[in-house]
Every structure is written in C-alpha cells, then in structure tokens.
C-alpha cells in the first residue's frame, strides 16, 4: 500500500522537476500542488486501510471501503479549490499533468505486480 504512496511521491518530484524547466517556479509549484491534492488524500486513504486492518474486532467491508473512496475524492476536490483560493498563479497545464501522472502510479504499481 505504501510502496504506491512512495512511487506517487518519485513521480510528483520527477514531475516537478520536469515542470520547473520546461515552464519555470510557477509551472513547478503548480505540478507541486496537483500531484500533492492526489498523494495527501491517497496516503489518508492507505493509513486508514492500515489501521483499520490493524485492529481487531473490525471489519472493513465493501460499503466502508466506498465510503473512504468518496472521502478521498471529495478531499482531493477541496484541496483543488483551495489551491485555486491560494495561489493566483495557478499554470493549469502543469498541475493537471501532475495530477494525470500521479493517478497513473496506480495502474503502473498494479501492473508491475501482476
């Protein structure tokens, strides 16, 4: 689960860098700021499941597991609205390639695992 959160991590750095040449600080802040509105949630998502996991007398059935999908979601909408808020300077190009290659981490950790 973690290991995902790690390779998330190393694609948001890599986009980053990537970003600060091609586009300067604000396309590197902007990809900074779309690939962490989908770590931040996506790490959450993985503590939760771990804990939740660790304990006991619980049982994570499929209807929790939908509803900490949506909470994930919903977090990743709202830090997008704050970052919109926060910072004016906003290069959407570079924070929605961010986004784009942070969410493809997923399927490239699932794919190496299969």
């Known amino acids: ?14 986009a980053v860098i ?4 091609l ?4 396309g ?5 700021i779309g690939g962490g509105a989908v770590l931040l949630p996506n790490f959450l998502f ?3 499941l771990v804990l939740a996991s660790a304990g006991r007398a619980t049982v ?3 209807g929790v597991f939908i509803v900490y999908e949506f909470l994930k979601l919903a977090l990743t909408l709202i830090l997008l609205a704050v970052a919109i808020v926060v910072y004016a300077d ?13 969410l493809q981490v997923n399927f490239l950790a699932l794919a190496k695992r299969t």
Do not use: E, K, N
């Not at 689960?1 to 890599?14: D, G, N, T």
């Open 46 to 48: 993985a503590l939760r």
């Open 28 to 32: 590197s802040i902007s990809a900074a």
């Open 1 to 14: 689960m973690f290991r995902v959160i790690r390779l998330q991590l190393i694609a948001i750095i890599i």
């Open 90 to 102: 906003l290069s959407w190009p570079t924070m929605l390639l961010s986004m784009a290659i942070t």
């Open 23 to 26: 586009a300067g600080g604000r």
């Open 60 to 62: 994570a059935t499929a």
């Open 18 to 21: 990537l970003a600060g040449l």
